[in-house]
């Protein structure tokens, strides 16, 4: 028997289920499908936290979106009554003459946001955990912070089906196709067919959409928490802020405060590199060599933190060639809007993500400027 909604959303995870909760709170008739549970933790929207960051080193051309994720994520926090976006102040450090910060320096100039430029000797009297070295430079962003993805994902779940929503989990599509006049999705378990489909699949995306696979590389990400050896309070809420560190030889690191106190430890990982993945064979054993990576970029940098090693967790970036989203409509049929390339730093914009990709499946277009993420620039650079 065929089910039938107006939207079907392929994906329930950062993208899709905020999709979900605002195509559902727009009037449209939802299913969303997902091959695994919810809030789950296969793919990339999981581990804990996930920093939010407004002078952002893309390109001030994101800053607008970051305006609007911050107000959604007020809103949604209002809704649910509790707080969702934790703002602990944010700080990027690196070389003066690296890539990083002089690209966060010149968003944050260019977009006329507050912010603080610091020197190695400033960086170290403010956050005494930290080691800059001589050259070492930062951005300092008072108003950005970290979200707990888990607790993202549920609420726009829930919200999703108090409006409504029917949401399927444990079932794993087989394919769609545009009908002519709608679009039908086979699942192991069923057919439904609706008027307008998203794929927001994730590091599954390129496997449901021939077009993405030349330009979408799955990558195996390890996040990993450590006690620090001293100084314990230095890495609460509160004293510590989000950081993000360009090293000498261009690799990025990342971490966050100890979101759960101290007997959570404190999360770290490398945001640069990463190994080629197959997200159906990805291997989540977390080696010797995993942790001693980042171990190796803490010792330097973060001195008092690379402690005891507590726990891991394994992700996946689905990375774009030039590390921006492709969301837009399908070069299979206009009725498809793809949600990919997340590049792994999209869940910081996932509500006003999801209120573009509402408006792209209902309009057809969105009231925010995302030219930048254009599915169509992939084939243009290659022709």
């Not at 394994?314 to 206009?334: E, L």
């Amino acid at each position: 028997m065929t089910e039938t909604a107006d939207v079907l959303i392929v994906g329930l995870g950062g993208l899709g289920s905020a999709a979900a909760y605002h195509l559902a709170a727009r009037g449209s008739r939802v299913i969303g499908i997902d091959r695994f549970g919810p809030a789950h933790a296969r793919g990339a929207s999981h581990g804990e936290s996930r920093g939010v960051w407004k002078a952002y080193f893309m390109g001030a051309g994101y800053v607008p979106l970051l305006d609007r994720a911050y107000d959604l994520w007020d809103e949604l926090g209002e809704i649910r009554g509790e707080t969702l976006f934790h703002r602990t102040g944010g700080i990027c450090v690196g070389p003066a003459d690296g890539a990083l910060v002089p690209a966060a320096l010149a968003s944050a100039r260019e977009a006329g946001l507050e912010f603080e430029h610091l020197g190695s000797d400033e960086i170290r009297s403010r956050f005494p955990q930290f080691n800059p070295g001589p050259g070492d430079v930062a951005v300092w962003d008072p108003s950005s912070g970290y979200v707990r993805p888990e607790q993202v994902i549920t609420a726009h779940l829930d919200l999703a089906r108090k409006h409504g929503a029917d949401l399927r989990f444990d079932e794993k599509v087989l394919d769609f196709s545009d009908t002519g006049s709608g679009v039908r999705v086979r699942t192991e378990t069923g057919v439904y067919e609706a008027d307008r489909l998203v794929v927001a699949a994730g590091a599954w995306a390129p496997q449901l959409l021939p077009e993405l696979r030349p330009h979408i590389k799955v990558l195996r990400k390890v996040m990993l928490w450590f006690d620090p050896i001293s100084r314990t309070e230095d890495f609460y809420t509160g004293r510590q802020p989000y950081w993000v560190w360009e090293g000498e030889n261009g690799t990025v690191g990342y971490g966050h405060p100890a979101v759960d106190g101290p007997s959570g430890g404190v999360k770290a990982g490398i945001h640069s590199g990463g190994e080629p993945a197959d997200p159906d064979s990805l291997d989540r054993h977390v080696s010797t060599q995993d942790v001693e990576a980042v171990r190796e970029f803490l010792a330097k940098r973060i001195p008092a933190l690379p402690g005891r090693y507590l726990r891991s967790r394994v992700c996946m970036y689905d990375n774009s060639p030039d590390m921006g989203f492709i969301i837009g409509p399908s070069a299979q049929s206009d009725r498809i809007t793809v949600a990919a390339g997340t590049s792994g730093h999209a869940f910081k914009f996932a509500p006003a993500l999801g209120e573009v990709i509402a408006q792209l499946a209902t309009e057809g277009a969105s009231t925010h400027d995302i030219s930048l993420f254009d599915p169509r620039r992939l084939t243009d650079a290659n022709t």
